[in-house]
């Protein structure tokens, strides 16, 4: 590990500590922090106390700047995402999205007549599928083929950087 690796990791051991810490030292912090659910509410929770935990190990501070950096660009509202088409073809569609504590409206679910490939760049997402239990956790580097017609909703993605999503669209009698 170099060395600049080595201090990211240390930063980020010691902002959980310290995080850990206070929810010793604070009885409202740690009930608040036994409430939650998921990832994305602890992360939310930290922030609102100062610490910034979200990022996981390895991602930089910020990404260089420019239209051709796909881990830049202003942040949505919260609640909100935002995209932006790379590329549209005949026969493909390839769209850079970014989240930002997004989730799909309560009862809805996508329904799309295109096979859909996804690519986390940056955060990380719960989703849904009609046909399965349990939402998938998808993190920086997972990817997902969504076939055509498989019913699926955003259950959640991060706050603050937020989540950034590569979505590959096809249509059905195209090839893969």
């Known amino acids: 590990m170099a060395e600049a690796q080595l201090q990211q990791f240390l930063a980020k051991v010691a902002a959980l500590n310290a995080f850990v810490a206070l929810s010793e030292a604070n009885p409202a912090v740690r009930l608040a922090l036994a409430a939650c659910s998921s990832h994305h509410e602890v ?15 390895g991602e ?4 260089a700047t420019g239209d051709a950096n796909l881990l830049s660009g202003a942040l949505p509202p919260p609640g909100q995402e935002s995209s932006t088409v790379l590329l549209d073809t005949p026969s493909c569609r390839l769209l850079r999205i970014h989240s930002h504590r997004a989730a799909s409206p309560a009862g809805f679910w996508y329904d799309q007549g295109e096979h859909e490939w ?9 989703l849904r599928f009609e046909a399965e239990a349990q939402p ?3 993190s ?3 990817q997902l083929l969504i076939p055509a ?13 937020g989540t950034i999503w590569l979505a590959l669209f096809w249509s059905v009698g195209e090839a893969g």
Not at 60 to 63: C, M, P, Y
Not at 118 to 126: D, F, I, K, R
């Open 118 to 126: 996804v690519l986390l760049l940056q955060g990380s997402a719960l």
């Open 149 to 161: 017609g498989a019913r699926h909703r955003v259950e959640a993605t991060d706050p603050d950087p």
């Open 136 to 138: 998938r956790t998808l």
């Open 43 to 57: 992360v939310a929770l930290a922030r609102s106390h100062g610490f910034a935990i979200g990022r996981r190990w």
């Open 140 to 142: 920086r580097g997972d």
């Open 60 to 63: 930089d501070e910020g990404a």
